[in-house]
């Protein structure tokens, strides 16, 4: 159970972990064919030295999940990057990462919006029981600095096509100056769960056809103009 781990501050002891978690967060982007904003070692070690990051143990030492905080002018807060090892997925150790950044964010930022972008079920329940609430990509910080991250995600294209209005991702915020109660959000997300899961796999289903097509398209359009060359 996620009890029997450790989740802490993350500081200068755990520097040599930046190399390896950057692996993991790389890897687990190619497996669900989504991504998160590819971020370097040293920058993720920054975040250390900065007390904006947390990291998780397993009992036996190893490590096992990190997330780490963003901010934009002290208004809107990210906690991103969040993942765990996968030999210690499915134990409950996301929600307590989440939790434990959750709680950083409104100790160093406490009049900031906190925001996610998630294609993960599982995420959007964690987030919810925070008291977060799905909002439009209007709602979100227009900061470029933010969205420039999204460039390493293979639907960066869609994102962009679509204005950033939206994308595979459902947008999260918590805003500490109105907000409903955790409890509020979480029984409203359990009443709405079959709903978000049948609209999550709606919009794979749309954007990998778009994605597709558009492919095709560009495919086709270079075969043509090859011929005239």
């Given amino acids: 159970m996620s009890q029997d781990y450790k989740v802490i501050i993350a500081d200068d002891a755990h520097l040599d972990f930046a190399e390896e978690i950057c692996k993991e967060m790389e890897e687990s982007a190619k497996a669900r064919g989504t991504g998160i904003a590819k971020r370097s070692p040293s920058y ?11 990291i998780a143990f397993a009992p036996d030492g190893k490590w096992a999940g990190f997330c780490y905080i963003e901010c934009w002018d ?16 499915k134990s409950g ?4 990462i989440k939790k434990e950044i959750f709680e950083l964010s409104r100790r160093k930022y406490p009049e900031a919006k906190i925001f996610g972008l998630t294609t993960g079920l599982a995420v959007m329940k964690i987030n919810s029981d925070l008291g977060y609430e799905p909002v439009t990509y209007s709602e979100l910080t227009q900061d470029e600095a933010f969205w420039q991250g999204c460039k390493s995600c293979v639907n960066y294209e869609i994102l962009m096509s679509k204005g950033r209005k939206n994308c595979l991702c459902t947008a999260m ?13 979480s029984s409203e997300f359990k009443k709405r769960e079959k709903v978000h899961e049948r609209l999550l796999r709606f919009r794979r289903s749309r954007f990998v056809k778009n994605l597709k097509r558009n492919s095709l398209f560009t495919a086709m359009h270079g075969l043509f103009a090859s011929l005239f060359l």
């Fill in 44 to 54: 993720l070690q920054a975040k250390m030295l900065e007390g904006k990051a947390v």
């Fill in 173 to 185: 915020l918590y805003d500490p100056k109105d907000h409903y109660t955790p409890e509020e959000t």
């Fill in 74 to 89: 002290g208004e809107y807060v990210a906690n991103s990057g969040l993942i765990v090892s996968p030999d210690y997925r």
């Fill in 93 to 96: 150790l996301a929600k307590s």
